[in-house]
């Protein structure tokens, strides 16, 4: 069903014909899309960060009499 696309179609593939990486592990870092992993953990971080805010909030001012 799927065909190999003929000409440059701004792609790397994935590994040379000698099944070697076309593109080292550590280069896969810093060019192209961020990981899915990494976007997940930074908005998890960042909804705890908000939650937090809002818990912190709400206390404020409890018990302090006036």
């Known amino acids: 069903m799927s065909k190999k696309l003929k000409g440059p179609d701004g792609r790397i593939p994935d590994r040379l014909p000698d099944g070697r ?31 937090g805010i809002f818990f912190y909030g709400s206390y404020q ?5 006036g």
């Not at 001012?61 to 009499?65: F, H, Q, R, T, Y």
Request: glycine fraction near 16%.
């Open 21 to 51: 990486p076309a593109v080292a592990w550590e280069r896969r870092w810093t060019e192209g899309t961020l990981p899915l992993w990494l976007v997940a953990t930074a908005g998890g971080i960042a909804v705890i960060f908000v939650l």
């Open 61 to 65: 001012g409890v018990g302090a009499g």
